[in-house]
C-alpha cells in the first residue's frame, strides 16, 4: 500500500483547504483511515479517522477539529480527503495520512504507532 498526500500551502486564516491523500495498492475490506499533524518536531497529533469494518463507517474527531474538518472518502478514485474550514493559525503543520489494516477503536485510531502505511506530509501555513 502507498499513500500519497498532496493539497498543503499557505493558507489565511478562516480559509478552506482541502487535503488528498490516494491510495494504491488498497486491498483491505476493513481498514482505519486517518489524518495527522505535526506542529513541532517528534509530536504528531491525532486528526481525523475514518473506519470501515464490516460494511460500516465510523468517524472521529479531535476536539480542536471537530466541527471544522470533514474526513471523507471518494470510492472511485480510491482518495480520501480532509476538507479544513475556519482555518486558524494553531492549525498550521504538515498533514499526514496514514492507513491501519482493521477497524481500529476510537482510543487505537489516536495513536500514531496503530498505523502501519503513511503518506509523505503536506505542508498547511496558515498565516496573512
Known amino acids: 500500500v502507498q499513500l500519497q498526500a498532496s493539497g498543503g500551502g499557505l493558507v489565511q486564516p478562516g480559509g478552506s483547504p482541502r487535503l488528498s491523500c490516494a491510495a494504491s495498492?488498497?486491498?483491505?475490506?476493513?481498514?482505519?483511515v486517518a489524518w495527522f499533524r505535526e506542529a513541532s518536531e517528534n509530536e504528531r497529533e491525532f486528526v481525523a479517522a475514518r473506519r470501515l469494518n464490516n460494511g460500516n463507517t465510523h468517524y472521529s474527531y479531535s476536539g480542536s477539529v471537530k466541527g471544522r474538518f470533514t474526513i471523507s472518502r471518494d470510492n472511485a478514485k480510491n482518495t480520501v480527503y480532509l476538507q479544513m474550514n475556519s482555518l486558524k493559525p494553531e492549525d498550521t503543520g504538515v498533514y499526514y495520512c496514514?492507513?491501519?489494516?482493521?477497524?481500529?477503536?476510537?482510543?487505537?485510531?489516536?495513536?500514531?504507532?496503530?498505523?502501519?502505511?503513511w503518506g509523505q506530509g503536506t505542508l498547511v501555513t496558515v498565516s496573512s
Open positions: 495498492g488498497l486491498t483491505f475490506s476493513s481498514y482505519t
Open positions: 496514514a492507513l491501519s489494516e482493521g477497524g481500529l477503536i476510537v482510543s487505537q485510531q489516536k495513536i500514531p504507532a496503530s498505523y502501519t502505511y
